[in-house]
């Protein structure tokens, strides 16, 4: 399978703290891409960060990628109630079929 | 810009028959894919379709499943004899190219009794 595995499967915080994600694969990808889906809804495209990028930034949220590793993790900072939500990284490997995982479930508590 | 558009937003069909969906990709987008998501899972690849091609359908059964998109209208996923086990969130995502970032419809619920 050239599905990775998104740690942990359930995260519980406080608003304001940060959450931390981390993604890993076993083949070697094109792209990587991070979507949050809120409960029974669609997916929300996060970031995307390409093979040959290390981190990148949107808002509160910060992507890095190692490829010597490969592993990703997805940082949201000061996190808020509207956070919570189940966050998939997607890896693109073929050029086009994204894999995702099973996803981390977050929890923002007031 | 319109987002990416499916419908119906919920379909209940019984077993034996026959489902469809639709989805209508961003304006721009010729690159269409679809995925399906069981309860708890993550969403698994079905099919990627550029405009009346079918490019990669390795991820869709073999039997009576069928994916389209014509030059004209939205791009169709067709169950035939439904089973219980088609039970899922079928959702379509669409891109400018095979590249770049896609952006994914509501999703359809397909519930089967």
């Known amino acids: 399978s050239q599905q990775g595995e998104e740690d942990p499967q359930a995260l519980s915080i406080q608003e304001g703290e940060n959450a931390t994600m981390n993604c890993s694969y076993k083949?070697?990808?094109?792209?990587l891409q991070w979507y949050r889906q809120n409960s029974g809804r669609g997916l929300v495209h996060l970031i995307l960060i390409r093979s040959n990028e290390r981190e990148k930034h949107s808002g509160r949220l910060r992507v890095t990628l190692d490829t010597s590793k490969k592993s990703s993790s997805l940082l949201i900072t000061a996190s808020r109630a509207a956070d919570t939500a189940s966050y998939f990284c997607?890896?693109?490997?073929?050029?086009?079929?994204?894999?995702f995982g099973k996803g981390t479930s977050l929890l923002v508590t007031p | 810009n319109a987002g990416v558009m499916q419908n119906p937003r919920h379909l209940v069909r019984r077993r034996g028959q026959e489902a469809r969906l639709r989805c209508s990709p961003m304006?721009?987008?010729?690159?269409v894919y679809w995925y399906r998501q069981l309860p708890e899972e993550g969403l698994k690849f079905m099919v990627y379709l550029q405009k009346e091609n079918i490019i990669d359908e390795s991820g869709m059964p073999k039997e009576r499943f069928s994916a389209e998109f014509p030059k004209e209208g939205p791009s169709i996923l067709r169950i035939q004899q439904v089973v219980r086990g088609d039970s899922a969130a079928y959702f379509c995502?669409?891109?400018?190219?095979?590249?770049?970032?896609?952006?994914f419809g509501p999703g359809t619920r397909l519930t089967v009794l």
């Open positions: 083949t070697s990808i094109n792209n």
């Open positions: 995502a669409s891109s400018w190219t095979g590249l770049n970032e896609q952006f």
């Open positions: 304006k721009g987008h010729s690159h």
């Open positions: 997607a890896r693109d490997n073929s050029g086009y079929a994204l894999n």
